[in-house]
């Protein structure tokens, strides 16, 4: 996690500083600022631009000074709590540490908690469910890594367990710890609740009236190509393959291949639009992969390897222990692509 701080006195700068090494103690990346004319080393830039800068570069932004200066800093950037930072603000005396913006699917608010436990300070947290001690939905995602489906009836869920509702819970994966008490399993043939929390890569029947799916990013997809292919051919490809398996494109986490293509151009620009790693094994790598793939002599007289992508799609997946292929080779338009999910769980702990 990226955190950066910024402070607007002496007495600012060195709880900045103390909190910067503490921080970091705990495996966090921070940068430190001051702006203040009182300090030798103050930012030559506006607080605004500062902040506009963190915005797009932190995960976390914390203010040391009046609440005030952090809310009018922030205000011509926030946008959305799927991707504004986590913002907070300690008051200089570290009397206070207060959870501002983006509190649970920014992480704010366990942030502050760790922030306040640091400077022994009183944290400050206002979101509902956590001053009910409520089940989170938003919280509960982003500590899975899973990408919420629907945030509207997200908040429709919270508010439902706020009241005292029932709401459902289905879950294609094991899970640690156990089940909230504000949850009911799903259960084949019996009544459950209208609204409902469904841990899957999608595609899908909806097990509830009203479902609410949270999709981890388990799925690695590996490609061959013809060389020169174009970016929007394998696109196309992509969304086919993965429409036939069929899975979320939000449960894809890499894009992996064999080393003859680590410069392809197509596959490259593809990855850096959708924000994806892109990995490549060797033909010798690939081909100590087990299990039964579908092999070509063409292929293997090209790359050295009877099959590319399916392998690739395992070996891929298989760090966390062995990959499981949940969508065989799929071929168009010189383009192969196979899917292959990883180990995991999700965690109530």
Not at 86 to 96: I, P, R
Not at 144 to 164: P, Q, V, W, Y
Not at 256 to 268: R, T
Not at 270 to 296: D, I, M, N
Request: hydrophobic share 40%; proline share 3%; with cysteine.
């Amino acid at each position: 996690m990226k955190i950066a701080i910024i402070s607007f006195s002496d007495s600012g700068c060195s709880l900045g500083e103390r909190l910067s090494w503490e921080l970091r103690q705990r495996s966090y990346e921070v940068r430190v600022d001051t702006k203040s004319k009182y300090v030798k080393k103050s930012l030559e830039e506006s607080v605004s631009e500062w902040t506009k800068k963190r915005f797009s570069d932190s995960d976390a932004i914390l203010f040391i000074g009046a609440s005030g200066i952090a809310v009018r800093s922030i205000a011509p950037f926030v946008k959305s709590k799927k991707t504004d930072p986590a913002v907070l603000v300690v008051d200089e005396l570290g009397k206070f540490a207060i959870s501002l913006l983006s509190g649970h699917i920014g992480g704010a608010n366990e942030l502050t908690l760790e922030v306040a436990k640091i400077i022994d300070a009183q944290p400050v947290v206002t979101t509902a469910t956590d001053l009910n001690g409520k089940f989170a939905v938003d919280v509960f995602a982003t500590k899975n890594g899973c990408f919420l489906s629907d945030m509207e009836l997200a908040k429709e869920i919270s508010a439902a367990l706020l009241a005292g509702q029932k709401v459902g819970f289905l879950s294609d994966f094991p899970w640690n710890g156990e089940i909230p008490k504000e949850l009911t399993h799903y259960e084949e043939g019996k009544e459950n609740p209208e609204m409902g929390i469904f841990v899957t890569t999608g595609g899908k029947k909806s097990p509830f009236a009203r479902t609410l799916s949270l999709i981890p990013r388990v799925i690695t997809t590996g490609v061959g190509c013809r060389k020169g292919t174009p970016r929007e051919t394998l696109e196309r490809v992509m969304e086919r393959a993965f429409a036939q398996a069929p899975v979320a494109f939000a449960a894809l986490e890499q894009v992996v291949s064999i080393d003859l293509k680590a410069e392809e151009e197509g596959i490259l620009l593809y990855c850096e639009e959708h924000r994806l790693p892109f990995l490549t094994y060797t033909a010798q790598e690939l081909k100590g992969v087990a299990g039964s793939f579908s092999e070509s002599e063409f292929v293997e007289k090209i790359t050295g390897v009877g099959n590319v992508c399916e392998r690739a799609a395992v070996l891929g997946s298989s760090k966390d222990g062995p990959g499981v292929l949940i969508g065989k080779k799929y071929a168009e338009e010189g383009v192969t692509v196979a899917l292959a999910r990883k180990k995991w769980s999700v965690s109530f702990e």
